[in-house]
């Protein structure tokens, strides 16, 4: 057979030291790519493993270099049985090495040096390496998005004062978690015996290479180190009757674990949880994903005193579903730190979520201490964070708190929340029985919302309005159309602006198109794609249908996603009623004082404050609300509770506002009509004036801040 390579291309004119990169770029058009080993999933990852591997066996073989290939599969012999308890993998290396068909391009790689290769191993540039080398679809399906180098010595600085005698992280990855948290043990201190694992071979491999290097920097022994290669879920979890079937738990847990939805993991992997779902069933509710999981399964690994340390989105200790869990971390552990950085949303390279850092000590007995939630601002520009004191709170609140990340937050403006607690006139929407419902969704708002790119309104009569497109004109009846709110953006300047956005509205009954409807769609088919592919038949009557069953109409409306910077007001008012497209929340079946009461007080500066503590972060000052904050969280005012003087007075005030062109918001702190609201508002709150005055001044410098990092914030988002 003809080699696929020479020696000579491989070999660099230097003395055979080569780049890593340089390396690999030589190897991607040689090698014969047709039959990959089954653990891998691409030829980036195969050429990584590869060049891990070699540097492993060499590693081992007390850093002597192998002069032949025999030399290799003898190595790994040895080794399976010296660490029989890795198996997987030396078995997953021998498949690795066996895959390239010619022995000559073994020996060849034999005489190549990295100089540069223990760098790489300790800043993880192979981690790094083998994510990118993923394919979108595949790096979201095992959410392999590792912790940030920063972010791992951020959780290991956490959790110091421990001193545990064995450690897990059962979905390693690249295993920075255990590598940062070994780096800063002494050489002295008694080294843990740890165990690593993940689904993906290479990862392991890296991780294995890593910790190595480490044990051999510390002058430990190797053999303290178990790795496995395998669906976690499947390698750990017992049955409810059965044993674990590893048997030996663990006194520290070290994880970021994967976030994804269960839909997106095949069947064999789900049926692996079904074990945990059985013995925790009362803790599960909802679609959640496989960190709910990974913290059952860590419930069954962690010995009693034992610590976990885990990164986790902030999803977790708030969302519908994550009660079950909040619960579970209740009863089980002493929760002892929830920290979350200030600056960066995420912990993880390449991840988009908003994440968390938890250390929960197992304990069923009596717990004594406060959880202490704590900011970090500024790791990453550094490597020098700062740590904020820490906000104690009483596990007895949690109890009755769904949303834990409001500790997370300024606590300057909690104390703003408190005050307004006490008075007893805040509630939640289900308190207040509000219906909120989101507006119409839009399959081709270019088609279904006039006027559009296509055409423009050039007059509204009484029953039909006129179009105008490039070349000719047309007329719509009005009962085919009903008056909407489109998108944010339109209408950001205005409380009340003047709506002239329409839907579509074309019953199931409208067999045969008129003749205005057939010229429209022959001049806009192509923005309705989207409908015809969702509906089929259907797609002309897909916003009636809506509108028919969801009923969103009201006076008064909530934006769903907003810059709380750029944008001049939270909410709309209107004397009559229109419905919204999916871009907002309308509230049905209020009176109209109700809404209008409610619109005065979403557009006070006591609800930027509210808005501000609960809002979910999408990226810098952009955030949303969810229809389960307005209800779970109190952000409204009681109504019912305000007298009609006082409420008159409020309403003067907001329809001054109503009237404005208003800037954006952080330039309206100082506008006399907002100030004139905000004190007809706190009047009727029933605190007293000296309060009151204090209160109002101390809002508006505090909330001059805020906006001040916030849009420090949104110019770093911007310049990264
Ligand atoms: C968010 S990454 C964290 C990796 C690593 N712990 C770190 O902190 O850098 C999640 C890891 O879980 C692994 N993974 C996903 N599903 C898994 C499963 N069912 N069993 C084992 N590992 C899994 C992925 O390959 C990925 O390495």
Redesign the pocket.
Same mark, same amino acid.
């Not at 399906?141 to 912790?147: D, H, I, R, V």
């Not at 694992?197 to 993906?200: E, F, I």
């Not at 395998?230 to 390698?235: H, I, L, P």
């Given at each position: 057979m003809t080699p696929l390579i020479r020696k000579s291309t491989l070999t660099s004119q230097n003395e055979g030291i080569i780049e890593i990169s340089e390396w690999m770029e030589n190897c991607k058009s040689i090698f014969n790519f047709n039959h990959p080993p089954v653990m891998i999933y691409n030829q980036n990852e195969f050429l990584l493993s590869l060049l891990a591997g070699l540097w492993l066996l060499q590693f081992l073989n007390q850093k002597k270099a192998f002069k032949s290939s025999a030399k290799i599969f003898k190595k790994l012999e040895d080794l399976k049985s010296k660490f029989s308890q890795s198996n997987s993998l030396w078995t997953f290396l021998d498949e690795l090495f066996n895959n390239l068909n010619e022995k000559l391009i073994l020996d060849s790689l034999l005489l190549i040096k990295f100089p540069d290769l223990h760098e790489a191993l300790s800043n993880d540039v192979l +981690?790094t390496m083998l994510q990118n080398s993923l394919s979108s679809d595949e790096r979201k399906?095992? &959410? &392999? %998005?590792?912790?940030t180098v920063s972010s $791992?010595r951020i959780l290991v600085e956490l959790l110091k004062s421990n001193t545990p005698s064995s450690i897990i992280?059962? @979905?390693? +990855? /690249? +295993?920075?978690?255990v590598s940062a948290y070994l780096r800063i043990l002494t050489p002295n201190t008694r080294f843990p015996r740890i165990r690593i %694992?993940?689904?993906?071979a290479s $990862?392991v491999l890296i $991780?294995y290479c890593r910790i190595i290097l480490i044990l051999s920097e510390k002058n430990q022994d190797y053999g303290l180190l178990q790795a496995s290669i +395998?669906?976690?879920? &499947?390698?750990f979890a017992s049955d409810v009757n059965s044993q674990p079937k590893e048997l030996e738990n663990y006194d520290l847990i070290?994880? %970021? *674990? *994967? @976030?994804?939805r269960t839909h997106r993991?095949n069947s064999d992997?789900r049926k /692996?949880l079904l074990k945990l779902e059985r013995k925790y069933k009362k803790y599960l509710s909802g679609q959640v994903g496989?960190h709910i999981y990974a913290i059952l399964l860590t419930d069954m690994l962690i010995k009693e005193n034992g610590v976990l340390g885990t990164?986790l989105p902030a999803a977790t200790i708030l969302s519908q579903y994550s009660g079950g869990i909040q619960k579970l971390l209740l009863n089980n552990y002493q929760l002892e730190i929830i920290a979350a950085s200030e600056d960066v949303k995420s912990c /993880?390279?390449g991840?988009s979520f908003r994440e968390i850092f938890l250390i929960a000590k197992r304990k069923r007995t009596k717990k004594e201490e406060d959880v202490k939630f704590i900011r970090i601002s500024e790791p990453y520009k550094s490597n020098q964070w700062n740590i904020s004191p820490a906000l104690r709170i009483p596990e007895e609140i949690l109890i009755n708190e769904w949303n834990w990340t409001i500790f997370l937050k300024d606590p300057k403006l909690l104390r703003i929340r408190d005050i307004f607690l006490q008075s007893g006139l805040l509630k939640n929407g289900s308190d207040l029985n509000l219906d909120i419902t989101r507006g119409v969704e839009m399959y081709g708002p270019n088609f279904f919302f006039i006027p559009n790119q296509n055409w423009r309104i050039i007059s509204e009569e009484k029953e039909k309005i006129i179009l105008r497109s490039k070349d000719r004109t047309l007329t719509i009846p009005k009962e085919f159309l009903v008056r909407s709110l489109r998108k944010a953006g339109k209408y950001n300047r205005c409380i009340s602006p003047g709506v002239s956005d329409f839907a579509l509205s074309i019953p199931d009954s409208c067999k045969e198109f008129p003749k205005w409807l057939e010229d429209y769609i022959s001049t806009s088919k192509h923005f309705a794609s989207p409908a015809k592919r969702k509906f089929g038949s259907e797609w002309i009557s897909h916003i009636h249908n809506q509108i028919k069953t969801k009923k969103p109409w009201g006076q008064m409306f909530f934006i769903d996603k907003f810059g709380i910077s750029t944008t001049s007001v939270m909410g709309h008012f209107f004397e009559s009623k229109l419905i919204c497209s999916k871009n907002f929340y309308v509230l049905r079946n209020s009176s109209p004082d109700q809404a209008k009461l409610l619109a005065a007080w979403l557009n006070s500066t006591f609800f930027i404050i509210l808005y501000l503590l609960s809002r979910r972060e999408i990226g810098g000052s952009y955030g949303r609300l969810q229809i389960i904050d307005y209800m779970k969280e109190p952000l409204f005012l009681d109504a019912s509770k305000i007298l009609t003087s006082q409420r008159n007075q409020i309403f003067e005030e907001f329809d001054t506002m109503r009237k404005l062109n208003l800037p954006p918001i952080p330039e309206q702190l100082q506008l006399p009509q907002r100030k004139a609201l905000d004190l007809a508002i706190i009047q009727s709150i029933y605190l007293s004036e000296k309060v009151e005055k204090k209160l109002l001044s101390e809002i508006y410098v505090l909330l001059d801040k805020t906006f001040g990092t916030l849009k420090q914030r949104d110019k770093t988002l911007r310049s990264n």
């Open positions: +981690g399906k095992l &959410a &392999a %998005n590792y912790t $791992a992280d059962p @979905f390693c +990855g /690249s +295993g920075r978690l %694992n993940d689904l993906m $990862a $991780a +395998g669906d976690t879920f &499947a390698v070290l994880m %970021n *674990p *994967p @976030f994804t993991i992997q /692996s496989l990164v /993880s390279e991840s």
